[in-house]
């Protein structure tokens, strides 16, 4: 089975405050974007906002970026359950398209007006061209 296209949206400049005592970025900056930006994209797949992260599989650092570096997170769906959707996510560096990480699952769970897990109807990825963010903002 192939692997569903990803989509490089994001993109983040390295600066000093993203380092750690060794000069490179750290993971823990990374994580964070990729958490917020992995959000966005299950909010405008699902079409509402109140989505939580349930896991994240082994967090694969490839490489490691640097002051100055432009990267790009790329993120994509790869199953649809009855209340989650499960993605994968690669980060690479703008210019040489080396892969600085990449994490193979990352779940997160549609959530109803009680906080409590609801079904979300989607069984396909759909496409910028019908986002769910201009149906539900």
């Given at each position: ?102 994490i193979d699952k990352i779940v997160f769970v549609n959530m109803g007006a009680s906080d409590m897990p609801q079904p979300h109807g989607r069984t396909e990825p759909i496409n910028d061209e019908t986002s769910s963010l201009t149906?539900?903002?």
């Open positions: 089975m192939s692997q569903p296209v990803m989509h490089f949206r994001t993109r983040k400049w390295v600066k000093p405050q993203d380092l750690n005592p060794n000069g490179a970025l750290f993971g823990g900056s990374l994580l964070r974007w990729i958490d917020e930006e992995a959000a966005v994209y299950v909010i405008n797949q699902l079409g509402n906002g109140n989505v939580v992260t349930k896991y994240m599989s082994e967090i694969n650092f490839v490489s490691s970026a640097r002051e100055g570096d432009i990267i790009e997170m790329g993120i994509s769906a790869t199953h649809f359950g009855r209340t989650s959707i499960k993605l994968r996510c690669e980060v690479r560096d703008v210019i040489t398209h080396k892969s600085i990480l990449t149906h539900w903002a």
